[in-house]
Nanobody
Framework: QVQFVVSGGGLVQPGGSLTLSCSASAPGFGFYPRAIGWFRQAPGKEREGISC????????YYEGSVKGRFAISRDNANNTVYLHLNKLRPDDTGLYIC???????????????????WGQGTQVTVSS
């Protein structure tokens, strides 16, 4: 259905930083009316939401283990959402997937059921 261009993943050392981006590529689809979430799927674990941003960047959500280290932002004019990953740890390793939903959750958890459209993922590996 909706296509997303996802990029920014890679191999990084512990303590390093990455910036992920998610852009809508489907004609006529805009991020503006939708909240955008980032999910992470670690090997052998459930896909879990780690961050979300609503129509304005003052309304955000962060899973507890990333709060204070990650930051989400959006550029509505370019239909792009960014996730800034800082102070990365080995347990941050996983496939990072962007998705759209109706709004950010008020409290944890942010589960797969939240999403109405799924994008592709980008792999983040944190290792020495």
């Amino acid at each position: 259905q909706v296509q997303f261009v996802v990029s920014g993943g890679g191999l990084v050392q512990p303590g390093g930083s990455l910036t992920l981006s998610c852009s809508a590529s489907a004609p006529g689809f805009g991020f503006y009316p939708r909240a955008i979430g980032w999910f992470r799927q670690a090997p052998g674990k459930e896909r879990e939401g780690i961050s979300c941003i609503s129509r304005i960047d003052g309304d955000t959500y962060y899973e507890g283990s990333v709060k204070g280290r990650f930051a989400i932002s959006r550029d509505n004019a370019n239909n792009t959402v960014y996730l800034h990953l800082n102070k990365l740890r080995p347990d941050d390793t996983g496939l990072y997937i962007c998705a759209t939903g109706g709004g950010c959750p008020a409290m944890p958890p942010m589960t797969r059921a939240w999403a109405d459209y799924w994008g592709q993922g980008t792999q983040v590996t944190v290792s020495s």
